[in-house]
């Protein structure tokens, strides 16, 4: 019996139409109403249902779906070692049991192991569809299920389908070998008065199995024609999004709108599960209650993102930033937070990238981290020794029930569930040995295929569900952002290797029901009294085509859709455009360095901010090496080896730069040292030279402090740490390595007055007369360049002379203005401070 889109009926209205109905029919019938049963397609429509029947007054029949029928008549077998438990990661180890006895899966593994890992995935899903759809089926109709799975797989043999053939062959004899009843089987024994189905969203293929068991039975058919559905009374509008953003900020616009008209509740139909999380924050945001029916996966909570961080820091090749994430997850509550943050801030002032400092440093925080999650380091062991482990680092560093999806892991991993003998999990948990990165993966996997829902309130304004289960539900209003060709489009099912062809002989979900399931259950959206569809207009760069299903529903009206108005009203807010910011200290720094004086002349509020406030971008600890990282071995390369040298230069050299590159990532540095192969003989050349000139390697990396200034700034100290001073026949010479080219350097050396570097560090030197100053460029393509400061001395002087008359000011009372200029901006981490970006 088809029930049709009655013009202006509303949900209630349809509800009563049911009871009506079912209740003329079962009249007929001679049936009694409280002897029949109504099966809905969803648990969700059972409150309408009953309102509905309960309006009649008298008796009602059961009204339940499919499964809650089948699973109040008994519970089903837990399944036993070798069976399928429909838990993929544990039914994995099962597949991976069957496969150890067939030469084609082995060959492969032997070939490609991620080859065969996908392979026995596949092997699962495919297993886990035929016992879905053998479960849909009458217990005598199973053999020929499994005689026509058989008979489509072997259609594929002798051609590129045979991986496929062999995989779908053994998901075939691993569920026909499973002896358990499954509990849709004791649907088939029941005898009620009557069945009445509602079909809704497409056909259930229990329901309709049941229908033929000699039973009278109704079927209510309560789909529209999405082509062919004309329907007034319903508030109908669409709005086209340029954007991400503008979309999910539409799609909460729309819910507001809809809440402050009082059609509540709102059903937020989640089509675009990235979309509706953002909305969904955004009515938090408004306070606005919501019940989420659909979850997200259980990796993707607090608890498991803390969980995964502990698991990589102990069972992968783990960085420093893995570690840190560890113990600054809420697992590392238990740590002291101070303490936490000078280990890290110690490890960012490093540049360390791995643990091994911190290993031989035995920092009290780092050994009792290293300690509690000792359980789990080790190699191999069997996954129930891998459980138990885990769960006692995870009672030793505090529970995770307090953390959002804290209890929901413990269960899906095992830890707090009932012990698991006697059923499939025994075997496989008790049994299966596993590498740490196996268990890794093993967890990842399990997380990922769990479902987590958050706790709401039941009397939620707004309800988050897929479009399937928001049919016939009395909501106020609906709203559904991403209704574009790439968002509302139906997937193909997950079959494993059976195809589309195959599912559809098969009786199994396959494409093209999808696609009818998809457009029935958008046009059952044309009975509620408002609709606000949503869409994006481009994808990127790329512009985004509305759905087919929206274009069909416009063809069956004779118009486009009416446009979506958004009430949001735009404030008007005055210009304020930033000034140019000064800042006018009261003290000085007690000691200056030649970048922080770089830093004065370049942009006194540079200046500030560095010296003075003591900001610094936090440094990074996984990143790729650069060529400061690069100058920084290369310092300490050469002075281990003028500290260590023997005789046989470069021999030396190659041994000091092993030494010194043992904390560094090989495989980053590797260009790196490439060039300085290059930079080797050229260095060793240069030595040789100079030395037979008199020149002599005396101190490398020393640390110098001096007190250049008189009057109010006579405490006022420079400090700063020179790369090296050789010894020559003119007196006393200061080089600073550079890796950068020598043409630059004598660009900046035409102005001497502009060098800072070594200025300063000759004002360290004591502005000695007879010193001698020059930058040491080391990657010139043909041989080493010194590029010489000429008379830095007096350089220096005028310096501290400049610098006493600048900073005698500032004390006075002179401000540190921000300049602007040049390219000093581009680089400085002080921009966002100062506002450049906005000044008038």
Request: with cysteine; charged share 25%; proline share 6%.
């Amino acid at each position: 019996m088809n029930l049709g889109l009655a013009p202006g009926e509303d949900i209630a209205g349809f509800w009563r139409r049911v009871a009506s109905t079912c209740t003329d029919w079962l009249g007929a019938q001679r049936v009694p109403l409280r002897d029949a049963v109504l099966l809905l397609p969803f648990a969700q429509q059972i409150a309408p249902a009953r309102r509905a029947f309960a309006v009649r007054g008298g008796w009602t029949p059961l009204i339940t779906t499919t499964n809650s029928l089948a699973s109040s008549l008994g519970p089903s077998r837990l399944a036993a070692p070798g069976q399928i438990s429909q838990d993929a990661a544990i039914d994995a180890f099962t597949a991976e049991g069957l496969l150890a006895g067939q030469s084609w899966a082995q060959a492969l593994r032997a070939r490609d192991e991620k080859a065969y890992v996908a392979a026995r995935a596949r092997l699962v899903e495919t297993a886990h569809a035929l016992a879905r759809g053998a479960a849909q089926r009458p217990p005598e109709a199973r053999t020929g299920f499994f005689d026509t799975a058989r008979e489509r797989l072997q259609l594929q043999a002798g051609g590129p389908g045979d991986l496929e053939r062999a995989l779908g062959l053994v998901a075939v004899a691993w569920v026909e070998a499973d002896d358990r009843r499954p509990a849709t089987d004791a649907l088939f024994t029941q005898r009620p008065g009557a069945w009445l189905v509602l079909q809704v969203g497409g056909p259930d293929p229990l329901a309709q199995a049941l229908m033929g068991q000699g039973v009278p039975a109704l079927c209510l058919q309560a789909d529209v024609d999405l082509d062919t559905a004309t329907v007034t009374g319903v508030d109908l509008r669409l709005a086209a999004s340029a954007d991400f953003e503008s979309l999910a900020e539409q799609a909460a616009t729309a819910v507001l709108q809809h809440l402050n008209a009082g059609r509540a509740p709102v059903a937020l139909l989640a089509q675009d599960r990235v979309v509706v999380r953002r909305v969904r924050t955004l009515l938090m945001r408004q306070r606005v209650p919501v019940q989420d029916e659909t979850g997200w996966t259980l990796a993707t909570t607090p608890a498991a993102a803390a969980l995964m961080a502990l698991l990589r820091a102990m069972l992968a090749q783990p960085t420093l930033d893995e570690w840190l994430a560890w113990l600054k997850s809420p697992l590392g509550a238990v740590w002291d937070a101070a303490a936490l943050r000078e280990l890290e801030a110690l490890c960012r002032r490093k540049g360390w990238r791995s643990t091994g400092p911190l290993d031989a440093l035995g920092l009290p925080l780092w050994r009792e981290a290293r300690e509690a999650a000792a359980p789990l380091a080790g190699g191999a062991r069997k996954l129930g020794g891998w459980l138990a482990d885990l769960g006692r680092v995870l009672r030793r560093l505090g529970p995770l029930t307090g953390v959002e999806g804290g209890e929901e892991l413990l269960n899906a991993l095992w830890i707090s569930r009932n012990p698991w003998e006697g059923s499939a999990h025994e075997q496989v948990i008790g049994a299966t040995k596993l590498r740490p990165d196996e268990f890794l993966a093993w967890v990842d996997a399990t997380l990922e295929g769990a479902q987590f829902s958050p706790q709401e309130d039941a009397q939620a304004a707004v309800v988050i569900t897929p479009m399937a289960r928001a049919l016939l539900r009395p909501f106020g209003a609906a709203v559904l952002p991403g209704v574009d060709a790439a968002t509302l489009a139906a997937s193909p099912p997950r079959n494993g290797v059976l195809s589309d062809a195959d599912a559809q002989a098969l009786g199994l979900p396959h494409l093209a029901a999808q696609r009818e399931a998809q457009a029935w259950a958008f046009a059952q959206l044309l009975r509620l009294p408002a609709v606000t569809l949503l869409r994006c207009s481009h994808a990127g760069a790329e512009p985004l085509p509305p759905s087919p299903l929206l274009e069909r529903l416009e063809a069956a009206w004779g118009h486009a859709l009416p446009a979506w108005q958004d009430e949001r009203t735009a404030a008007a807010l005055a210009r304020q455009p930033a000034k140019r910011r000064q800042a006018v200290p009261a003290c000085l720094p007690g000691a200056l360095s030649a970048s922080s004086i770089e830093a004065l002349r370049n942009c006194p509020y540079q200046f500030f901010s560095r010296s003075l406030l003591g900001l610094r971008e936090p440094d990074e600890l996984e990143v790729e090496l650069d060529k400061r990282d690069y100058g920084t071995w290369l310092h300490d390369v050469l002075k281990r080896f003028h500290d260590h040298r023997s005789g046989d230069d470069l021999a030396d050299l190659r041994a000091a730069a092993d030494i010194e590159g043992e904390r560094l990532d090989a495989a980053d540095f590797l260009p790196y040292r490439a060039a300085f192969e290059r930079v080797l003989p050229r260095y060793v050349s240069w030595l040789a030279e100079t030395e037979a000139q008199g020149q002599h390697f005396e101190a490398g990396e020393v640390d110098k402090r001096c007190q250049p200034f008189d009057g109010a700034m006579a405490g006022l100290a420079l400090q700063g740490r020179l790369d090296r001073i050789d010894t020559t026949p003119q007196g006393p010479l200061l080089l600073d390595y550079k890796t950068g080219k020598a043409a630059e350097l004598r660009d900046k050396l035409k102005a001497p007055l502009e060098d800072t570097q070594l200025a300063v560090y000759a004002l360290l030197m004591g502005a000695d007369p007879a010193l001698q100053a020059a930058y040491l460029a080391l990657d010139e393509p043909d041989a080493l360049k010194l590029v010489p400061h000429e008379a830095v001395s007096d350089t220096a002087l005028v310096l501290r002379d400049g610098l006493q008359a600048d900073l005698s000011a500032v004390l006075g009372g002179a401000a540190l203005p921000a300049l602007g200029e040049g390219r000093v901006c581009d680089y400085c981490e002080a921009r966002g401070l100062c506002r450049k970006d906005d000044w008038a």
